[in-house]
């Protein structure tokens, strides 16, 4: 009885650096709930990485992460995930799902990579009854994707851009505060994006006193417990991101701590993607490309790292 | 056999075992003690007195029949050392390497009242790694059962009970989360210490057993103990998942970023082989200098870990004085050889924060011992005024681990208060047909007592299934003969010999 060979069922590019992939694992269908996470390891060198569960389907046995190219591996992810190939590992569904309350309004914010997970919340919280608003945040037009599937589960999407080429021009925090502004009834917010973003959110919500539920997702390494890398400060308590979480109360996260942590090996990382990127570059130049995509090319340094940051807590 | 040997006549001196001299091992990953060649095996071998009242029995806890498998190496006949040895222990090779001989069998040896006690780990590993290399494997005839064993956790006691029941006749699968099976063996244990392909080899030989591997797979979260039990059909589970959430010492500065688990820097390297970074992706802290806190085996890989990753300077600070430390002997003096420099009676109060997120240094306090606590060790007290401070740009904490949450956030398994998994004198767990064994019962502990562990839950799962045990399990079928009277076993004459766990 092999559980799965994690095969990738779909793919979707939304735009040059996010991709969606569908793995075929009937098992973890069955058991994944909204809020938790996977860990996979693209080849036996690979490292493990943490993905958030974006969707499960019961029904095909499937399950979906959003990935952003933003380091060696999830490059590498893109280039080599494709229909057809599999996984060398997935393991999941890992922490404690979230808890979808009873609240009567809600405020499902995403912004970056953290607008896949929210999804299934966002979907699990009109299933239970509530008015459920979606806000999202992308850095522009290019990069926006699932705004119609939130439109069909959301009785409002409010819409950010930074640059303002789509829905309203602003932050994140911009668009909740125009939440706030049109109801004053909101009970729960649940935000998941870079931690940036989850911290704003947070703070949007203090004042208020709006129950304010944050996803963090620090470096991991085992995610079962073991190793404590992961580990997060929440209400002056240290807590296992893997095994205590990944779901806590904004308001208690100390989200500076979270922001260092994260800094931890950005020197390896980015010697790794160096190193990689320029091997595509050779491979390209040698011959036939290995790679059926040609290696994802970013423009500009500063950029990448952006994006490495943001995407790091998503 | 021979004429009588005393004392007086056996080879005076404790054979040798040839090592890496200190300063290139430290430098490598290769294993570090070389183990016994065989004219080394046969001289050891000449110093056991055979007593008669077979004291280093009782000190192992499995029961191996010590003197009888290094009368069998005297003979050369090493097929049959290994015989013996695999009647009780499933692990040979792994625990001659890794047990903690001098408090156990060596500890009683009585060679060891006047001279240094016979080597038995360093024969049992002389037998096992003969074994590997001859690919000797003793496989039993199986009579399949229609009976479904489910084991969770790929560490020593799960392999242990795995493999009696797969002689047993069942259908045995083992899960585990990780991407790859052995448990601490694999990512805690480092290969100067443990080589990668021993452990293969011991799990290659269950696999041929019939057991089956399913890595990636996290119970608890992928399905539960319940449904195991329930709609998956198993029969019986064994609960083997190890203690692995690590303690934090919980003083200022935890949190930077230069302080990590000793299990975080050891998986990091061993498992994740972030030592081959960048033909590995998985990336390392690196420190010049580091501090290990703790001088447990933990602490001790840690420290030689550390110093083979190129760190200048490796401190292991304890709180209490070299007695009372709990590595084996040999890690504390192997890693002295290699340079780590020890601070005993010297705890941590906090770690010095560099201003930019990462570890200046670490400020201690000196202890001395006082009266001795409820564990009989003298405790520690600090000395007023003994505070220093001192350089160092990573803190690895080896000082402990507890019970990992899982199991008791998603079955309904009854814990004790420590969060370890209740269990009876013949490790039943609260849920009917389920059996737990290993640290996830003990607390941190040795591979040899998880392997125990793991063959008497399989004795109990056997009596539960209504399996038929005759308290013989481990009769040597390999059709050598050996062992055997007349056909009878030799055991059947003398039923003190039959000792599980
Ligand atoms: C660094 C280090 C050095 C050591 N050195 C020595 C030594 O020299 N001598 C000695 O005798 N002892 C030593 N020990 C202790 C010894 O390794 C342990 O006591 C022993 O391994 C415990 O075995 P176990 O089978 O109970 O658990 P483990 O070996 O911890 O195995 C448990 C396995 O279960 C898996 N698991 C956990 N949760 C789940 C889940 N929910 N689903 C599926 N799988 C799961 C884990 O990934 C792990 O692989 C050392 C320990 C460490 C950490
Ligand atoms: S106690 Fe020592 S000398 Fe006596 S039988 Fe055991 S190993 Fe041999
Ligand atoms: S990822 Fe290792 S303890 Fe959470």
């Known amino acids: ?314 | 056999m021979a004429k009588k040997k005393t004392i007086r006549s056996i080879p005076q001196e404790r054979t040798p075992m040839r090592e890496q001299a200190p300063q290139a091992r430290a430098k490598n990953f290769e294993e570090v003690a070389c183990g016994y060649g065989l004219e080394e095996a046969l001289r050891e071998s000449e110093r056991c007195l055979m007593c008669p009242d077979e004291p280093c029995i009782s000190g192992c806890p499995v029961g191996i029949n010590i003197p009888a498998f290094i009368l069998k190496i005297t003979e050369k006949n090493f097929r049959g050392a290994y015989d013996i040895l695999t009647d009780t222990n499933l692990l040979p090779s792994v625990c001659g390497r890794v047990c903690p001989q001098e408090n156990q069998c060596e500890g009683v040896c009585t060679v060891g009242e006047s001279l240094e006690a016979v080597a038995i780990g360093r024969l049992e590993r002389f037998v096992g790694d003969a074994a590997i290399r001859e690919g000797w494997t003793n496989i039993p005839y199986i009579e399949p059962n229609r009976f479904k064993v489910g084991i969770v956790g790929s560490g020593p006691a799960g392999m242990a009970c795995a493999a009696d029941m797969a002689k047993a006749g069942c259908d045995v699968t083992v899960y585990e989360a990780f991407h790859q099976a052995g448990g601490v063996l694999k990512y805690g244990i480092p290969d100067f210490r443990l080589p990668n392909e021993v452990i293969d080899a011991e799990i290659d030989n269950l696999k041929k057993l019939g057991v089956k591997f399913e890595c990636n797979t996290l119970v608890g979260r992928l399905f539960t103990i319940d449904q195991m039990i329930g709609e998956m059909g198993f029969h019986a589970v064994f609960v083997g998942v190890g203690a692995g959430y690590p303690t934090m010492l919980g003083i200022p500065g935890d949190s930077l970023n230069g302080v990590l688990s000793a299990n975080e820097l050891l998986t990091r390297c061993n498992l994740m082989r972030a030592k081959e970074f960048p033909d590995y992706d998985t990336p390392l802290p690196m420190g010049k200098r580091v501090a290990v806190v703790g001088a447990g085996n933990t602490a001790m890989d840690a420290t030689r870990v550390s110093l083979r990753l190129g760190a200048e300077k490796v401190y292991c600070i304890y709180r209490r004085s070299r007695t009372e430390a709990p590595a084996r002997a040999e890690e504390v003096h192997h890693a002295e050889q290699e340079g780590v420099e020890f601070h005993w009676l010297t705890n941590p109060a906090s770690i010095l924060d560099d201003g930019k997120g990462g570890v200046l240094g670490m400020r201690c306090v000196r202890m001395e011992l006082g009266e001795p606590d409820s564990s009989g060790r003298r405790r520690p007290v600090p000395i007023a005024g003994s505070e220093f401070d001192f350089a160092a740009d990573l803190v690895v904490y080896a000082i402990g681990t507890n019970a990992n949450p899982i199991m008791g956030q998603t079955s309904s398994l009854k814990l004790n208060k420590r969060g370890y998994i209740d269990v009876d004198e013949n490790l039943a767990a609260s849920v009917a047909g389920v059996f737990a064994g290993g640290d996830i019962v003990t607390g941190a502990a040795t591979v040899i007592e998880a392997m125990g562990a793991g063959r008497k839950a399989a004795r109990s799962m056997k009596a539960y299934l209504g399996i038929r045990d005759a308290g013989l399990p481990y009769l040597n079928r390999s059709g050598t003969g050996a062992g055997t009277l007349f056909g009878i076993d030799t055991r059947e004459r003398n039923f003190a010999r039959v000792r599980v766990a």
């Open chain 1, 1 to 314: 009885m092999k559980m799965s060979n994690f095969e990738i069922v779909a793919r979707e590019d939304f735009s040059d650096v996010t991709y969606l992939l569908e793995v075929r694992h009937p098992l973890m269908a069955k058991a994944a709930k909204p809020g938790q996470f996977v860990i996979v390891m693209l080849n036996e060198h690979s490292e493990r990485i943490p993905l958030t569960i974006a969707d499960f389907d019961r029904r095909k046995g499937t399950v979906t992460m959003v990935v952003q190219a933003v380091g060696k591996t999830t490059m590498q992810m893109q280039q080599e995930c494709l229909v057809g190939t599999a996984l060398f590992g997935m393991v999941g569904p890992m922490g404690h799902p979230s808890q979808t309350s009873r609240a009567k309004k809600v405020a499902c914010v995403g912004g970056g990579l953290g607008v896949a997970p929210i999804f299934p919340q966002a979907r699990g919280f009109k299933e239970s009854g509530a008015y459920v608003i979606a806000i999202l945040g992308f850095r522009n037009r290019d990069l926006v994707f699932w705004e119609d599937k939130f439109r069909a589960c959301c009785d409002e999407l409010i819409l950010c851009t930074n640059d303002g080429s789509a829905g309203i021009k602003g932050m994140i925090t911009d668009g909740i505060k125009l939440a706030l502004a049109r109801h004053s009834d909101i009970e729960e917010v649940v935000s998941i994006g870079p931690p940036v973003m989850m911290k704003a959110c947070a703070e949007a919500t203090r004042a208020a006193k709006i129950k304010t539920m944050v996803s963090v997702n620090p470096i991991m390494v085992d995610g079962t417990g073991m190793c404590g890398g992961c580990r997060v400060k929440v209400g002056g308590q240290v807590k296992f991101a893997c095994v205590d979480g990944p779901d806590f109360d904004g308001h208690q996260v100390d989200f500076d701590d979270l922001m260092s942590r994260l800094q931890r090996f950005t020197a390896a990382e980015r010697e790794a993607k160096d190193r990689w990127s320029e091997s595509c570059r050779m491979t390209k130049q040698i011959g036939p490309g290995v790679s059926p995509r040609g290696s994802p090319e970013i423009e500009s340094r500063s950029e990448l790292l952006d994006l490495l940051n943001d995407a790091k807590g998503g």
